[in-house]
Structure formats: structure tokens, C-alpha cells
């Protein structure tokens, strides 16, 4: 019998070992938590569709912020349920609605915590598109100026990096040009980039209210069959200023995370989205997983795909678990 000289398994033998070997590692710092704000004063109402994860008013909020960061995750995405809805989305830009005073809250509480802000009207209109209408369609090039109005109230309200998630044609030089010609270039931008026409998203919806009331999104959102056009969605984004990329949603779209990595030198992002969390949490519940070795694994396969950056609704859970291993060494 010929033994094979090169024995793969010799390098798996001893826990040491595998740690010296491993290529690919998932650090706290990799994570973003998703923060939901509403109107009012100390609510914290579980959302049922997404066990762990709440509505908060701001002073809630706060005290969620003030605990992520001792937990030593750099950064939070704020994502509000206005006062009030209309046509245009005008709450999104306004000074009081909870997203803003939510980011002037924490920004006085936490300083050093990175604020993320999503910038999107789907909250916000009453009709649950991302953008103005124009009859049963959404008008792009309305919409762009309303995003800018968005951007920039959240960047004065003391956001650290602007997240534009509407997928509108043109957003990200028009809101990079608002930020500049305002003050505001030292504030980022991290587009959505690559967002999928997704089904992952159903939790979020309920979360948001922001469920479209007609139609859908698939007129202005990526159709999941397409790869070549995420590259075209990339290049844009980038000759327009973005800092970072973002693909969305993340473990459906794996194949375009190493795609975008290998083609970009700027950061990437993934989005680890409701769809997602809800079935790992729905599973865990009913005995069916192993939540934590599901929810490492999940996310170490995003890191290895080629993302830097991981929101995730996890993020608490997994820096708690990475920090318990590290104290373990």
C-alpha cells in the first residue's frame, strides 16, 4: 500500500494547531447592529417576526448603544418608524423625527460609536416606495434631491457614514455632492450598491412598516438572476464616490461578495438581513440548530467570501461568543 506523503489532517489535529492554520477569522470589529427607533418615551417592544431585536424610543436606544460599543462593535445602522407619513417621505429629513434625534442622542452619549444612516423614503412615504411617484411608478430623478435633503439632516444630526439603500439611478453623486457642498466631506458613504429584489427582507418589512401598498420593488431593486449587471451597479457607485460597497442580501448572494472583492480595492459590506436571522432564530427555537456554531459559521462564511463589513441583527450575540473564545486563549 503507497501512503500519501502530504496528510491534510495533521494540521487539524489539536484546536492550536487549527488556529495557527486558519485563513480566515471574524473579528467584533467586523460588525454593524441594526438599531429600529420610534416615536415616543421607554418602549422596547420586541418585533415579532424578529426575536431579540426591538423597537426602541431614542432613550432605549441609547442604552442599547451605550452597551454595543463596551461590547466593542464599532458601529450601529439607525432605521426609524416615523410621526407621520406622506407622499414625499418628509418626515425622513426632518430634525425631530426619531432617526435624528435618535443620532444626535447617541452621538452625545457614545461619541467614539460610528452612526451608520440608512437613507431611504420606504418608512417613511405613504404609499411604501422608496422614492416620489409618478402615477404607479417611482420617479427617479425627483426622488434624488428628496435622498440628499435625507443625507444631509442625518450627517447634521451627527451620522459618521451615510448608508443610501433606495437603489434610485444617480443617488450617490448627488448625495456626496449635497454632503460636500455643505460641510460634510469628511462624512462617508457606504451604498447599497448591490440590492437585490429579495424575499430575504419580509421581517424587515414588518419591523419598518414598509411594505410597498401596490406593485413592488423588482422596477428599481436587482433581479436576483443577474451577476453581470451587479458589476455595472459597482463600477457606477464607485465613479460616483462611494467609499464602500455593499451587497445585499448576503448569503443568497455569496457568489457576488468574492465577485465584487476580487474586481474592487475599496471595502465591501454585506447585509446579513431579517429573512436571514428570522430562520436561524425560528430554527434555534424549535431545537432544530446549534444557534451559535450556525450563526459563527454563517457569518465567518461572509468574511471568507470577501466582505470586511457584516450588519447583521446577530452582531450582539456573535461579539459576546467571540469574546468568550478570545477570553478563553
Known sequence: MKLNLLRPRRLRRTPLIRDMVRETSLSVKDLIYPIFVVPGEKIKEEIPSMPNCYHLSVDQAVLLAEKIFQLGIPAVEIFGLPEYKDETGSSAWNPSSPVQRAMKAIKEAVPDLVIVGDVCLCQYTSHGHCGQLCGQEVDNDATLPLLAKVALSQAESGADMIAPSDMMDGRVSVIR???????????????????????YYGPFRDAADSAPHFGDRRGYQMDPANRREAMKEVELDMDEGADIIMVKPALAYLDIVRQVRDRIDRPVAVYNVSGEYAM?????????????????????????AGADI????????????????????
Do not use: C, P
Request: aromatic share 8%.
Open 280 to 304: 436561524v432564530k425560528a430554527a434555534a427555537q424549535k431545537g432544530w440548530i446549534d444557534e451559535k456554531r450556525i450563526v459563527m459559521e454563517t457569518l465567518l462564511s461572509m468574511k471568507r
Open 310 to 329: 457584516i450588519i447583521s441583527y446577530h452582531s450582539i450575540d456573535a461579539a459576546r461568543w467571540i469574546r468568550e473564545e478570545e477570553g478563553r486563549l
Open 177 to 199: 455632492g449635497a454632503l460636500d457642498k455643505n460641510g460634510f466631506q469628511n462624512v462617508s458613504v457606504m451604498s447599497y450598491s448591490v440590492k437585490y429584489a429579495s424575499a
